[in-house]
């Protein structure tokens, strides 16, 4: 099999393609060859040496896969051999192919292709569970979605949508269209004053909920936009990887900038502060498993639909990673086998 590897901390250059032996599936695990596979943040964050959760450079990561079924081991009933199938691996989905408990294996709609199936699983998930088992958001409510051009982003704004929500949206002020065209009815550019920008367009009031996956200040500045009975839920820590190298003295001073809640302080505030990090849900796939067959549902009834902006072969992972890290990237950045 091929997959690229992280072969030290540094810009997208350090991505390199390598052979290994095919894995064997043993009981209980399926073998996928993949497809497609979806980059997330967290990917970049990895290969600057800034994730602490990924594996020790060097090292494969990604956490999301779609292909095709071709060897199952013994036990294994929910999917068969030559099924289309979406895959979620705690990393190592930057291969072409891989071996899955069956409980991370999940059959694909027909009418669904790759590189679609490719862009659900993480960024549709973290956005589901954050509105939905973290958040609460109800019908009707308001929203703030940061980077909402991006993958979790816009699985936000089609899911606040159908719940008939007032969304706004940060972003760069080229992709305003392109979010308010996706249902996002207040585009906000990320290079403004986005908190007083909120307290006008809510005639002072905020919003409901606010997903911030920017870390630093901006955690403290999201609070202070939250309405009465307000919810703020933190999914990354974007601001400590801003470049495309690492720089541990930028990430200690954002890191620095993180305020420390009193629990009396959100009592007298009636607001809420939570986190959501997908990676440490994997010992709950039977909840993310329910999660997930709800989503497959929405896609097949056209209420929700995944955006790929751009396709990458293996050999071009570095080139993926700087469409992204120039913020050029709308939704979904996917890689696809080189052809054989």
Not at 147 to 173: D, H, P
Not at 190 to 214: F, I, N, S, W
Not at 327 to 335: S, T
């Amino acid at each position: 099999m091929r997959q690229i590897w992280i072969t030290k901390a540094g810009p997208p250059e350090v991505l390199q393609v390598e052979e290994a032996p095919d894995p064997v599936p043993e009981a209980g695990q399926v073998r996928i060859r993949v497809r497609a596979a979806g980059i997330n943040f967290a990917d970049l964050m990895a290969r600057v040496g800034l994730y602490p959760d990924a594996p020790k450079i060097p090292c494969v990561v990604g956490y999301e896969v779609s292909g095709v079924v071709d060897a199952i081991g013994e036990g294994v009933t929910r999917v068969a051999v030559n099924d289309r199938v979406f895959g979620m691996p705690k990393f190592g989905g930057y291969s072409d192919t891989v071996v899955l408990g069956e409980k991370q294996v999940f059959r694909m709609p027909d009418a669904m292709g790759f590189e679609e199936g490719a862009a659900l699983p993480v960024v549709y998930l973290t956005a589901h569970h954050m509105m939905l088992y973290t958040g609460n958001l109800r019908p009707r409510s308001s929203v703030l979605i940061h980077s909402a051009a991006g993958g979790v982003g816009l699985a936000a704004i089609q899911l606040a949508k159908m719940r008939s929500c007032t969304i706004f949206g940060i972003a760069s002020k080229s992709k305003h269209d392109f979010i308010r065209e996706q249902g996002c009815q207040h585009p906000i550019d990320h290079d403004t004053d986005y908190v007083a920008a909120v307290r006008e367009l809510t005639k002072g009031r905020g919003v409901d909920l606010v997903l911030d996956p920017v870390g630093g200040r901006s955690w403290t500045e999201g609070y202070s936009i939250l309405a009465p009975a307000g919810r703020l839920v933190a999914f990354g820590l974007q601001a400590a990887a801003s470049g495309k190298k690492r720089s541990l003295l930028h990430a200690a001073l954002q890191v620095m900038q993180i305020k420390k809640w009193n629990p009396m302080d959100l009592m007298g505030d009636n607001k809420t502060i939570s986190g959501c990090n997908m990676g440490h849900l994997f010992g709950e796939l039977d909840m993310l498993g329910e999660q997930f067959e709800d989503l497959v549902k929405l896609y097949e009834e056209g209420k929700i639909k995944p955006y790929v902006d751009k396709t990458f072969r293996f050999s071009e992972a570095a080139a993926a990673h700087h469409y992204i890290h120039d913020r050029k990237a709308k939704g979904k950045v996917i890689l696809v086998p080189d052809a054989a």
